[in-house]
């Protein structure tokens, strides 16, 4: 009952900001402008489970201009290509590294391959969402200092890189050529988390074409107030592969490292689901006993 009146709330906010954005989505022929509704925390690791709310939810949604977000985690990527063959636009979570963000991009791109093949248009947009901050956070005090502050600069541009590359693949080109428009890199969780650090290392550093930078309102009033004018993020990723080596020679397992994070937001987005829940079920017996 609880999670219910949570989706019926939230659909309510969300059509109206889908709404307030409808100029921004059609200015833009239907590439800005979204809004995102996340199925349940709790579904990450069940595939029919998450396709099928993600179905409902963006049904009930009713507007052109929404994602349905979905975990990009092992049994979150059969969900996100069945969505996107469906015709779902899908703002893909908990992406932290290179390997999982074209892990999710392969399935977008399958899912519009497979429209493609079933005589569909394959105009249904996505983002994947890359993580970056908490990377910091992870090695915080475990890497030498003059290493501080540099890891999610550094994983962004390895990733860059390899968006650069998948971007000019045959595969992208042909699915392109049909009429598609490429999933995009979406940076998140780009609040800088250490005070010592710049407040806009994250926007800084990730300037670059053919992605979003979801920043926090704090992180956006920051750069408007005295952020200077970036360079564009180098398509070959700068200095990013030198960068992780040095983490790695200072004993950082970047794999292992990747997971554990993914694992931990999947278990925080949990919790915080969970809590909400809970709040709503004791909001719903006080009423019942007034």
């Known amino acids: 009952r609880s999670e219910q009146t949570f989706f019926e709330l939230a659909i ?5 900001a889908a709404d307030a954005f409808a100029a921004v989505h059609e200015r833009s ?4 402008g979204f809004v995102s509704l996340e199925v349940s925390p709790e579904l990450a690791y069940d595939t029919e489970a998450t396709l099928a709310q993600a179905r409902e939810l963006y049904a ?3 507007r052109p201009n929404v994602y349905i977000k979905i975990p990009g985690t092992p049994e979150g990527l059969p969900a996100i290509e069945a969505a996107i063959h469906a015709g779902i636009s899908v703002n893909v979570t908990l992406l932290f590294s290179s390997e999982h963000h074209l892990a999710a991009a392969d399935a977008h791109l399958r899912g519009l391959e497979r429209r493609v093949a079933d ?8 983002v994947a969402s890359l993580f970056m901050s908490r990377w910091d956070k992870a090695v915080a005090g475990r890497v030498p200092a003059e290493l501080e502050n540099r890891l999610g600069l550094a994983i962004g541009g390895r990733a860059y890189r390899a968006y650069r590359e998948f971007l000019a693949s045959d595969r992208v080109q042909r699915i392109m050529n049909a ?4 999933q995009r890199l979406l940076w998140a969780s780009t609040g800088t988390k250490d005070p010592g650090a710049s407040d806009t290392l994250f926007i800084d550093g990730l300037a670059a074409p053919f992605t979003v930078n ?11 107030d005295h952020g200077a004018a970036p360079r564009a993020l180098a398509p070959d990723g700068g200095d990013a592969e030198a960068t992780l080596a040095e983490f790695t020679q200072a004993g950082i397992d ?3 490292l990747a997971a554990q994070l993914q694992q931990e937001g999947a278990d925080a987005f949990v919790a915080s689901w969970r809590s909400l829940v809970a ?3 004791a909001k719903h017996a006080a009423l019942s006993a007034s």
Not at 12 to 16: E, P, T, V
Not at 179 to 182: C, F, I, L, N, Q
Not at 214 to 224: K, R, S, V
Request: glycine share 10%; proline share 10%; net charge negative.
């Open 29 to 32: 022929a239907g590439l800005d």
């Open 119 to 126: 005589g569909l248009a394959p105009d249904v947009p996505s």
């Open 254 to 256: 970047l794999d292992a």
């Open 179 to 182: 009429g598609a428009v490429p």
């Open 279 to 281: 709040t709503l079920d």
């Open 214 to 224: 979801t920043m926090p309102e704090g992180t956006l009033l920051a750069y408007a």
């Open 60 to 62: 009930r949604m009713e």
């Open 12 to 16: 309510a906010d969300l059509r109206r």
